[in-house]
C-alpha cells in the first residue's frame, strides 16, 4: 500500500477506527453477561443495531414486512 499517498489525502490507514466500530456493535450487544446466541439470531440483532447506529430505519422496516 502507498501509505505516504493515503496519509496525504487524510486518509485512515490504521485499523483502529474499524476495532472500535466492532466493539460498539458487537460487543456492548452481544457480549453482555450470560448471554448466548444462535449465528442466525446474531446476524439480525447485529443487523437492526448497524440499522439503528447508521440511522437506516428502513431497512428495519423492510426487515420486519419481510419476515
Given at each position: 500500500m502507498n501509505y505516504p499517498a493515503y496519509r496525504a489525502k487524510g486518509m485512515m490507514i490504521g485499523s483502529g477506527p474499524v476495532e472500535s466500530a466492532c466493539k460498539v456493535v458487537v460487543e456492548q450487544r452481544l457480549k453482555q453477561s450470560g448471554?448466548?446466541?444462535?449465528?442466525?439470531?446474531?446476524d439480525?440483532?447485529?443487523a437492526v443495531r448497524c440499522a439503528?447506529?447508521?440511522n437506516e430505519l428502513g431497512r428495519i422496516e423492510r426487515a420486519a414486512r419481510a419476515a
Open positions: 448471554m448466548r446466541w444462535t449465528k442466525d439470531g446474531a439480525v440483532v447485529l439503528l447506529l447508521s
